[in-house]
């Protein structure tokens, strides 16, 4: 679940995925809508499948494991190949580093298999073996010269969540 406090215009607004389905609250007229996951996330280079995917896993299959470089680092190229033509890509390439174990980038690819979009990792800093900070730039191929840059930090892993909260119910009860 997202819940969005800035910019103002988008505060009492939420996203939540359950299962295939990706459900917005519009707080501000009071209606929740459903969207698709190839959906542009908050008018961005990322799709709403790129913020709420919890698990590859999930919707993906690993096809193959590769061992190749990346920017002279030692890395793991992973193929994954989409279970459904409900998720934004058709296959995504991941790159993850050999040592770290940590993801370094990744290309995403269309169902006619033409490559759309390039998240770069630039920064990730681990404090205590937990993540707490994060910097990524989506790449748009289609759009040449775009990008978005995110910052994540201050990250908080609460022990005990209750899956209650991640329902329709309390994404429209949350934002108020």
């Known amino acids: 679940m997202a819940l969005f406090t800035n910019p103002p215009i988008a505060r009492r607004q939420a996203q939540l995925r359950l299962g295939d389905k990706i459900l917005i609250y519009l707080g501000k007229i009071n ?7 190839k959906a542009a996330f908050a008018e961005s280079d990322f799709t709403e499948e790129d913020v709420l995917n919890a698990s590859l896993g999930y919707y993906y299959d690993l096809e ?7 920017n002279g ?13 409900k998720n934004a890509y058709y296959r995504i390439e991941s790159f993850i580093n050999e040592k770290t174990l940590l993801p370094v980038k990744r290309n995403y690819y269309s169902f006619s298999n033409q490559k759309i ?18 910097h990524l730039t989506m790449y748009n191929s289609l759009r040449k010269g775009t990008y978005t840059g995110v910052t994540m930090q201050d990250f ?7 899956d209650r909260m991640f329902t329709k119910r309390y994404m429209e009860i949350a934002t108020q």
């Open 117 to 134: 979009r390039e998240l770069q990792v630039d920064v990730i800093k681990k404090e205590g073996g937990k993540i707490q900070y994060v």
């Open 73 to 85: 680092e030692k890395v793991l190229k992973l193929n994954l190949k989409s279970r459904s033509k």
């Open 156 to 162: 908080e892993f609460p022990k005990n969540l209750d």
């Open 31 to 37: 209606r929740t809508i459903e969207v698709s996951a």
């Open 64 to 70: 193959k494991v590769e061992e190749t470089e990346l």
